[in-house]
């Protein structure tokens, strides 16, 4: 069944456990399920987009002085185009900034074809901000 080397190592280990069980039920994971426990785990954090998203929309700056002028600092290079925050780029197209999820997606594309070959990590980042991402 496995043809890499590597993976006949894992497939002939397993075999080797197998042997020691007098009945057993190989699962196949659901990629819904492990999606769904994604989105809860990184729904907790909140995002670094929120207090620029916050300023720019509703004005709200933190209580903190030295906070506040931060966040007016880097808003002054975002703005709002419907529900997304973009980043003005002098050198490029303005960058659309994405959460998590979508990053995932986007990179994965990038990486397998959609807009060229199986990219390293840093000509991947590169790719990714010369299309227009964040």
Known sequence: MAKHPRMILYLNKVQELLKAFSTFTIQQPSIEDA???????INEDPSWQEP?????VNENLPQDKSEAKKIKQK???YYMKGDMLIRISYYGPHLTCI??????????????GECGNHAGGRSLAQK???????
């Open 35 to 41: 999606e769904q426990q994604d989105l809860m785990q």
């Open 52 to 56: 620029i998203i916050d300023n720019l």
């Open 75 to 77: 808003a002054a290079t």
């Open 99 to 112: 959460k998590y999820l979508q990053m995932l997606k986007v990179l994965c594309k990038i990486h397998d």
């Open 128 to 134: 990714a901000l010369s299309i227009g991402y964040f």
